[in-house]
């Protein structure tokens, strides 16, 4: 995330606290968020230098038609300064900021196939347990390559249980018993 993208996210999060609708934009950012990384299409119109501002402003409003104030604000702004580039990683820095500031940890885990919802709660439970906080917010992300296991990762800290990883292990260490 740029510093520029942290600094739009922390304005506008401000902004909506004043206002009383955090809930609301954080809605709206978790939106933009899947919106831009699932469309290729309109992450390139956002980074192009061909297409005019009025013409990003007017697919950004279109888009996302049912935004609170504060998000189609925070497109004019990102548009009027050439920075309509930013806008996923000024969602990605509010959800951040919003889940720093509300004490919620974010976790990550990589599987090869998605997670039951049996094990997602075990799974929670234990990064519950880890990092100690009662707020957890769990992402799956499927990784055929991993084989099994998983790759669990908490903020800064990652632990790979993943059998790709133990294979690779055990290849290091025939390779330097050799």
Do not use: C
């Amino acid at each position: 995330m740029s510093r520029a993208a942290i600094r739009y996210a922390k304005a506008v999060l401000d902004l909506a606290k004043d206002n009383g609708s955090v809930e609301a934009v954080l809605n709206d950012m978790k939106s933009v968020k899947a919106t831009i990384e699932g469309s290729k299409e309109l992450r390139n119109a956002l980074n192009s230098p061909v297409i005019k501002a009025d013409d990003k402003r007017a697919v950004l409003r279109q888009v996302f038609t049912g935004g609170t104030k504060e998000t189609l604000g925070l497109v004019d702004v990102l548009v009027d300064n050439s920075r309509a580039n930013l806008l996923g990683g000024v969602a990605d820095s509010f959800i951040a900021e919003y889940n720093k500031s509300n004490k919620i940890e974010s976790a990550t885990v990589t599987t090869a196939v998605a997670l039951t919802p049996e094990l997602e709660t075990k799974v929670l439970a234990k990064v519950k347990e880890l990092t100690g906080s009662t707020n957890v917010t769990l992402t799956n992300e499927i990784d055929e390559s991993i084989i099994g296991g998983f790759v669990l990762r908490v903020g800064d800290t990652q632990y790979n249980a993943s059998i790709a990883s133990q294979l690779g292990k055990l290849k290091r260490e025939f390779s330097n018993s050799l």
